[in-house]
Structures are given as structure tokens and as C-alpha cells.
């Protein structure tokens, strides 16, 4: 065996193997709790998660061996993102508990922190060898772990031990989940609480899939909600609430550790949440209760909705500097964007306030397979407003832009006469939006066609371009910026 080799299984066995050994041979600390809580003691959970990583969990749990007088509680499986600082105890029963002190606590048994524990004590070294295939096991003491244990064995110092540590007992304070201890005042041996907290790590996103017909007049629409739980504890059979909006939080310093990938777990279905106001946001319950796991991503149908009324816009959308200088030509041989635009009314087949997520664009193919078109992101969109897409970029529709004349007249003032030629290599005819903003008042002085302001800083075109043919707008603008 090469020198790298042996040194490998050296840190291997030092990382895996001495975490088992102080498990199997050590008692639990002396200092335990007077009564411990754990999810088997739960009779309702409910989670309301929020669009930017935190949930509010709710708890009901029968405390079955809890005691009477002054008691400390050990209360398990709490989210490992829990924070601590958000818990409120409620007793269900007339003069239940008071909780007269918490403690948080969250020093997690690993190798790392057993070591760290160690330092300045005696650790047990135990030694394989290969030609007798046994053990051999000496006395030692735990000098450092800086960088690695370093040992002091009989008068010797040394580091790198090809071998396992076992140790005598576990050191108090290390837990192996993060735990809340309470020291609570109890009137009944046996009463249910319900315990509230905030806690990070929870988040749920939307995503939608829009199918459009052959000739991009209408689509169906399917939306699903994608719940993440990296919190560090399961909920079984919960109450599942989702809240979109921006609800406004403290920032505060991260709490959240670091989380396994999360893995799929669901597909969506027919639609199962029921929608209401909750003060300026919106309160999506699932109808079901729902299993919501540690390290899982789940899939819940939001809303499905059939023949969408959509209309295909070609764009082709100018910068407001181009007014401020003299610039010549500006735009050559530009592709046009290709926009979907739908109205989320009920007349539409929609009318439901949508959540902000991703929509992804898909359209089938001569031979009726579908194929992915394009996504774009859309904000929380309330019902009767339009929700516009933007799906990629025209192939065979291109664009030139020029600046024919510039004329300053005065500061932050002048005019200035633009040509824009469009070209269509479609085998079809098409409309092409041409989008001018401007960065101050404007004067449109003369056009080749109609035009249109769409605000204070907006003018608009549309154009006609035949099929393999092209179509050429030009205008003269007055624009003060100051």
C-alpha cells in the first residue's frame, strides 16, 4: 500500500469511525430533561409558507408524561432553521403552563464538535494491523484539533494516527437535532399546548406551462406550485397554506445552514387550492393535508385553465439616449422580440390572482410533438390585468434603425429625423411594433405613418411588412430632456 493511499484511509477512518464508537459505548449525558416532546406527541401541524423562504409552522401536541410544578421540557423536532426569538406557547387547557425561561439549543453532535469537546481529555486510539487482522488500543490524550488531532501517546507526541478514537462518554450539550429547552410552571401532568414559530427555509415558487394552438391565438394554460422544505424537519399530514405577496421583514443575519439538494417528489394533478384575500396578499390552502418532508420538493396543481384567448406581438423597442446625440446608425440587422399577451379576466377562462413564478412557453411541431418556445418571469399579476411574455427573438424578422439628421437646438433640446427599415423573410405578412421611449418631453414633427403615445415617454408604430418583403417608417422628433 502507497504512502497516499495509507493516508487516505487514515482521515477516512478518523472521520467515520470514532463517531460510532463514542455512540455505542457512552451513556446519555446525566443532566436530562424532566419530560421530553417529539413529533410522535403531535395531534395537528399546519404550515403556511410564504414566497421568500420562511414559514410559519404551527403545532398541537399532547404532552402525555409532563408532571407537575417547576419542569424542564425538552421539546424535539423543531425546524433546524427555527427561529428561536418567533415561539409562542399557548396552553389549551384553563391554567395549562407557563414557560418561564428557553433555551435554544443547537451545538449539533458531529465529529468536528466531539473532537472540540475532547481537547485536554483522554481519548482511547485504536490501531488495525493488516498482518495479524486485529486491533491494538492505547491510552491516549487529546492535545489539539486545529488541523487535525494531534495526540500525546505515553511520552510521544504525534498526528496523523492511522487509526480510530473512541471516547468515554458524550460530552453534555451535544444533541443530535436542534432541540428547544423550556423550564415551564405546570398545573396538569397531561395537557395539550400549541406552539407558533417562524422558521427559515421553507419557500414555494410558481411555475406555469403555456401551450399555444398552431396559429398563436390561444393556449392552456397549467400552473403548479413547487414547495421546497430545507428546514430540517418533516411535517406529516399537515395543513398546507401558501401567502403570495411581498410581506415586508427585518433583514437580519442568516440563520438557514446548508442544505442537501432537494429531490422530486410529486407531479401535478387537477387543481387542489382554494384561494381568498389575506390583508393585501393572497391565501392559497391546499385542500388536502399533505406530507411535507425534509429535503423534498413537492408539486401541487394551482390552476388549470383551457383555450386562453393570446395575442403574438413583434416588437422592436428603440433606447432613449438615441435622442440625446448624434449617433448615425444605431441598429443593424436586429432581430424583432416576439412577445405573448393575454388578459388574466374571467371572460379569458382565468380572472384568479397568479403568483409571480416562471412561465415556460411551449408549441407542437408539424408532427404534433411539443417543443419548448421560450420562459420569462412574471410578478404576483391580480385578476383583470394583462400579463405580457416575452419568448425569445424573431428569426426571420430583422431590423435596421438610422439617425438621417441631428440638429441641437439649445440645451437638452434638439430634433432629430430617423429611418427604421424592417424585413421580413417569413412566407407571410406581419405587424411589427415599433417602441420609442424617449428620456423627456417629445414633438413628433412629421412621419410616414399614424402614430401613437402611449405615455408621456412612449410613441409607438405599427408596421406592415409583407411576406418576403420589407417596409421603411421615418419620423422627425423634438425632444427636450432637461
Given at each position: 500500500?502507497?504512502?497516499?493511499?495509507?493516508?487516505?484511509?487514515?482521515?477516512?477512518?478518523?472521520?467515520?469511525?470514532?463517531?460510532?464508537?463514542?455512540?455505542?459505548?457512552?451513556?446519555?449525558?446525566?443532566?436530562?430533561?424532566?419530560?421530553?416532546?417529539?413529533?410522535?406527541?403531535?395531534?395537528?401541524?399546519?404550515?403556511?409558507?410564504?414566497?421568500?423562504?420562511?414559514?410559519?409552522?404551527?403545532?398541537?401536541?399532547?404532552?402525555?408524561?409532563?408532571?407537575?410544578?417547576?419542569?424542564?421540557?425538552?421539546?424535539?423536532?423543531?425546524?433546524?432553521?427555527?427561529?428561536?426569538?418567533?415561539?409562542?406557547?399557548?396552553?389549551?387547557?384553563?391554567?395549562?403552563?407557563?414557560?418561564?425561561?428557553?433555551?435554544?439549543?443547537?451545538?449539533?453532535?458531529?465529529?468536528?464538535?466531539?473532537?472540540?469537546?475532547?481537547?485536554?481529555?483522554?481519548?482511547?486510539?485504536?490501531?488495525?494491523?493488516?498482518?495479524?487482522?486485529?486491533?491494538?488500543?492505547?491510552?491516549?490524550?487529546?492535545?489539539?484539533?486545529?488541523?487535525?488531532?494531534?495526540?500525546?501517546?505515553?511520552?510521544?507526541?504525534?498526528?496523523?494516527?492511522?487509526?480510530?478514537?473512541?471516547?468515554?462518554?458524550?460530552?453534555?450539550?451535544?444533541?443530535?437535532?436542534?432541540?428547544?429547552?423550556?423550564?415551564?410552571?405546570?398545573?396538569?401532568?397531561?395537557?395539550?399546548?400549541?406552539?407558533?414559530?417562524?422558521?427559515?427555509?421553507?419557500?414555494?415558487?410558481?411555475?406555469?406551462?403555456?401551450?399555444?394552438?398552431?396559429?398563436?391565438?390561444?393556449?392552456?394554460?397549467?400552473?403548479?406550485?413547487?414547495l421546497v422544505n430545507n428546514s430540517g424537519s418533516s411535517y406529516r399530514n399537515?395543513?398546507?397554506?401558501?401567502?403570495?405577496?411581498?410581506?415586508?421583514?427585518?433583514?437580519?443575519?442568516?440563520?438557514?445552514?446548508?442544505?442537501?439538494?432537494?429531490?422530486?417528489?410529486?407531479?401535478?394533478?387537477?387543481?387542489?387550492?382554494?384561494?381568498?384575500?389575506?390583508?393585501?396578499?393572497?391565501?392559497?390552502?391546499?385542500?388536502?393535508?399533505?406530507?411535507?418532508?425534509?429535503?423534498?420538493?413537492?408539486?401541487v396543481a394551482l390552476i388549470e385553465a383551457q383555450a386562453v384567448g393570446i395575442?403574438?406581438?413583434?416588437?422592436?423597442?428603440?433606447?432613449?439616449?438615441?435622442?440625446?446625440?448624434?449617433?448615425?446608425?444605431?441598429?443593424?440587422?436586429?432581430?424583432?422580440?416576439?412577445?405573448?399577451?393575454?388578459?388574466?379576466?374571467?371572460?379569458?377562462?382565468?380572472?384568479?390572482?397568479?403568483?409571480?413564478?416562471?412561465?415556460?412557453?411551449?408549441?407542437?411541431?408539424?408532427?404534433?410533438?411539443?417543443?419548448?418556445?421560450?420562459?420569462?418571469?412574471?410578478?404576483?399579476?391580480?385578476?383583470?390585468?394583462?400579463?405580457?411574455?416575452?419568448?425569445?427573438?424573431?428569426?426571420?424578422?430583422?431590423?435596421?434603425?438610422?439617425?438621417?439628421?441631428?440638429?441641437?437646438?439649445?440645451?437638452?433640446?434638439?430634433?432629430?429625423?430617423?429611418?427604421?427599415?424592417?424585413?421580413?423573410?417569413?412566407?407571410?405578412?406581419?405587424?411589427?411594433?415599433?417602441?420609442?421611449?424617449?428620456?423627456?418631453?417629445?414633438?413628433?414633427?412629421?412621419?410616414?405613418?399614424?402614430?401613437?403615445?402611449?405615455?408621456?415617454?412612449?410613441?409607438?408604430?405599427?408596421?406592415?411588412?409583407?411576406?418576403?418583403?420589407?417596409?421603411?417608417?421615418?419620423?422627425?422628433?423634438?425632444?427636450?430632456?432637461?
Open positions: 500500500m502507497s504512502f497516499l493511499t495509507r493516508k487516505r484511509v487514515r482521515r477516512t477512518l478518523l472521520s467515520t469511525a470514532f463517531l460510532v464508537a463514542a455512540w455505542g459505548s457512552c451513556p446519555r449525558p446525566s443532566a436530562a430533561a424532566d419530560s421530553v416532546s417529539d413529533a410522535t406527541e403531535r395531534k395537528e401541524v399546519s404550515l403556511t409558507v410564504y414566497n421568500s423562504n420562511f414559514a410559519l409552522v404551527r403545532e398541537v401536541r399532547e404532552l402525555k408524561k409532563l408532571g407537575t410544578g417547576r419542569v424542564s421540557l425538552e421539546f424535539r423536532d423543531v425546524a433546524a432553521t427555527i427561529q428561536p426569538e418567533t415561539v409562542a406557547v399557548k396552553p389549551l387547557t384553563p391554567n395549562g403552563l407557563r414557560v418561564l425561561e428557553q433555551n435554544y439549543r443547537y451545538d449539533l453532535l458531529t465529529p468536528q464538535t466531539l473532537l472540540e469537546k475532547y481537547v485536554g481529555r483522554s481519548v482511547r486510539a485504536y490501531r488495525y494491523h493488516e498482518a495479524s487482522g486485529k486491533e491494538d488500543a492505547v491510552d491516549a490524550k487529546l492535545l489539539s484539533n486545529a488541523e487535525g488531532p494531534i495526540l500525546q501517546i505515553g511520552s510521544e507526541i504525534t498526528f496523523g494516527y492511522p487509526g480510530r478514537l473512541a471516547f468515554s462518554e458524550l460530552p453534555p450539550n451535544l444533541i443530535a437535532k436542534p432541540t428547544l429547552m423550556w423550564l415551564v410552571e405546570s398545573r396538569a401532568a397531561k395537557q395539550p399546548v400549541e406552539v407558533t414559530y417562524l422558521a427559515q427555509a421553507l419557500s414555494w415558487s410558481a411555475d406555469y406551462v403555456f401551450t399555444v394552438n398552431e396559429n398563436d391565438t390561444r393556449g392552456d394554460l397549467l400552473g403548479w406550485v413547487t399537515a395543513a398546507l397554506k401558501l401567502v403570495a405577496g411581498d410581506v415586508n421583514r427585518v433583514v437580519e443575519p442568516s440563520v438557514v445552514r446548508p442544505m442537501r439538494a432537494a429531490k422530486s417528489a410529486g407531479a401535478p394533478g387537477g387543481s387542489a387550492f382554494r384561494e381568498e384575500g389575506l390583508l393585501e396578499y393572497h391565501l392559497y390552502t391546499l385542500d388536502r393535508p399533505a406530507d411535507v418532508l425534509d429535503k423534498e420538493q413537492k408539486q395575442e403574438k406581438k413583434l416588437v422592436f423597442a428603440g433606447q432613449p439616449h438615441f435622442f440625446m446625440g448624434q449617433v448615425g446608425p444605431v441598429q443593424e440587422n436586429q432581430k424583432v422580440s416576439v412577445f405573448l399577451d393575454f388578459k388574466n379576466t374571467e371572460q379569458n377562462r382565468l380572472g384568479i390572482p397568479l403568483p409571480k413564478g416562471t412561465v415556460r412557453v411551449y408549441k407542437a411541431d408539424k408532427a404534433g410533438k411539443k417543443q419548448f418556445v421560450g420562459e420569462d418571469a412574471i410578478d404576483h399579476t391580480p385578476r383583470d390585468e394583462k400579463i405580457h411574455i416575452k419568448v425569445g427573438e424573431a428569426f426571420d424578422v430583422v431590423a435596421d434603425r438610422k439617425q438621417m439628421e441631428w440638429h441641437p437646438l439649445g440645451d437638452c433640446n434638439a430634433e432629430s429625423t430617423w429611418e427604421i427599415e424592417l424585413r421580413n423573410h417569413k412566407s407571410e405578412n406581419v405587424v411589427v411594433e415599433l417602441r420609442e421611449p424617449v428620456n423627456g418631453d417629445f414633438t413628433i414633427v412629421e412621419s410616414s405613418q399614424p402614430w401613437k403615445k402611449e405615455n408621456a415617454s412612449t410613441f409607438t408604430f405599427e408596421a406592415k411588412v409583407p411576406a418576403r418583403g420589407n417596409a421603411k417608417v421615418t419620423y422627425k422628433v423634438r425632444v427636450k430632456w432637461c
